[in-house]
């Protein structure tokens, strides 16, 4: 016969505080990722907007020192965002890792499949 279901009846004290510390977890490694994806985001954009001027000014035949200066500003975003997306890699994991022992805490609850 199958477990019964924690919830009928009053959740163990234990149970409860489990289930908090695991949204609590999966909520903050959520927002991480987030801050990080929309960094990411904006770091693109500055490149593309960068690339974009680089276009316009070897267009107008810009002196090279122009160019140059493009060139530093693309290499020190380029630098941010692979710094960035080493941390996004780990907030992903940290993510990843949180919704997994959401889904235990589930499980212990009665919701999901029984492993």
């Known amino acids: 016969?199958?477990?019964?279901?924690?919830?009928?009846?009053?959740?163990?004290m234990r149970?409860?505080?489990?289930?908090?510390m695991a949204l609590k977890r999966y909520n903050k490694a959520e927002c991480h990722a987030d801050?990080?994806?929309?960094r990411?985001?904006?770091?693109?954009?500055?490149g593309r907007a960068i690339l974009q001027e680089w276009i316009d000014h070897q267009a107008k035949k810009a002196p090279a020192s122009e160019l140059d200066a493009l060139a530093t500003k693309y290499r020190i975003i380029?630098?941010?965002r692979c710094t960035l997306v080493q941390q996004l890699i780990d907030a992903e994991r940290d993510l990843l890792?949180?919704?997994?022992?959401?889904q235990v805490v589930l499980r212990k609850l009665g919701f999901g499949r029984a492993t």
């Open 78 to 80: 380029a630098e941010q």
């Open 1 to 12: 016969m199958g477990k019964a279901n924690p919830l009928v009846g009053p959740l163990p």
């Open 15 to 20: 149970l409860r505080l489990e289930a908090a």
């Open 35 to 38: 801050r990080l994806r929309l």
């Open 97 to 102: 890792a949180a919704f997994e022992r959401a």
């Open 40 to 46: 990411k985001h904006e770091l693109d954009r500055q």
